[in-house]
């Protein structure tokens, strides 16, 4: 199993990103037989237009996956725009793409439906993405349910020049994570940074504590009974606490009589504790910041070299090489 995933360097990392995804790509380092994790800065840029911003964001992006468990002797981590290939191969897989599948793709539309303005780079940017992921022949692409589309996009895209061209390309598949669909934020809905609801990874202790306390309740009082399985500070609490602690605290609120300060706190004291090593490895990463890009660019330049690969065979297999 050769697995590959990418996240965006566009702010620090939040719990969403974390129970989303990137706990699923440290598990996945150890069950693969190879796993290449990329940060998408050539995709930010659909977002993100302060180039000082975006250099800081992908280093502290390296940073931060390390310290959350990334090992380099078992994954490998790079930077996007240093495989350049891929953006050859994006044309390459352009010029077969209907408009149409473009336009069905959730990020459009949503972003249309919302009149907001959608640029070249949003409504192509499944292109780019299926070049990332067919670059390194992955079969397993670690995805949340809200992304399955772009993996089926990336299939199309695949089948379709292996149909014109020959067998040049590995079809992925979606590994879903369905237990990370959805992360609450402060607001309860989906936490996102477009949002600004985030409660970030490596904030302060005291600034996770302030963000927890400002999540949004309901105005029910304290004795009357709740639901934990429709509450979404139960959902938030659920991500960090053990088993039976879930247990009790979902009778808790069944039974009535509980506070939702009380499970603030108890949320805000088990999120602390539960990213202290990780801070304390990020603390140690932030005075080694050669060492982060020596591991870098060993990622790129393996990266690279397995890219140039499967561009070579799509080149000879379309005529581009001659």
């Known amino acids: 199993m050769r697995v590959l995933s990418g996240i965006q360097p566009t702010g620090r990392f939040h719990w969403g990103n974390y129970f989303g995804a ?32 975006l250099r800081q964001y992908t280093l502290d992006a390296a940073m931060d996956l390390l310290a959350l468990g990334i090992d380099p002797d078992r994954a490998t981590l790079f930077v996007q725009s240093d495989v350049p290939q891929v953006c050859e191969l994006c044309w390459l897989l352009m010029t077969g793409t209907p408009m149409g599948l473009l336009e069905r793709c959730h990020a ?18 499944p292109v780019l993405q299926a070049a990332d992921i067919l670059a390194y022949d992955a079969d397993t692409v670690p995805v949340g349910e809200d992304q399955v589309q772009h993996i089926e996009v990336c299939r199309d895209l695949a089948a379709s ?12 598949q979606a590994k879903v994570m369905r237990e990370a669909a959805k992360v609450p934020g402060i607001d309860g809905e989906k936490m996102s ?7 970030d990874i490596f904030d302060p202790p005291e600034v996770v504590r302030k963000k927890v306390m400002r999540i949004k309740t ?74 982060v890009r020596e591991i870098l660019g060993d990622g ?17 297999a379309c005529g581009i090489r001659y």
């Open 22 to 53: 990137i706990r699923q790509y440290v598990q996945l380092q150890y069950e693969a037989d190879e796993a290449f994790y990329f940060i998408a800065n050539l995709h930010a840029l659909t977002t993100l237009r302060d180039a000082a911003q």
């Open 108 to 125: 459009y539309k949503d972003k249309k439906a919302k009149g907001l303005l959608a640029d070249a780079g949003l409504f192509t940017y």
């Open 161 to 172: 020049f292996n149909h014109e061209f020959g067998p040049v390309f590995v079809l992925p």
């Open 193 to 199: 940074k477009s949002y600004n609801n985030t409660i």
């Open 218 to 291: 309901d105005s029910r009082p304290v004795d009357q009974p709740k639901d934990p399985e429709t509450d979404h500070l139960f959902q938030l609490y659920s991500l960090f606490a053990p088993e039976e602690a879930r247990e009790a605290m979902a009778t808790r609120y069944r039974r009535g009589g509980l506070g939702y300060a009380e499970v603030k706190t108890a949320l805000a004291d088990l999120s602390v504790d539960f990213f202290a090593e990780a801070r304390e490895r990020r603390r140690q990463l932030e005075s080694q910041p050669e060492r």
């Open 300 to 316: 790129g330049a393996k990266a690279r070299k397995k890219a140039a690969e499967v561009l070579e065979r799509a080149r000879d």
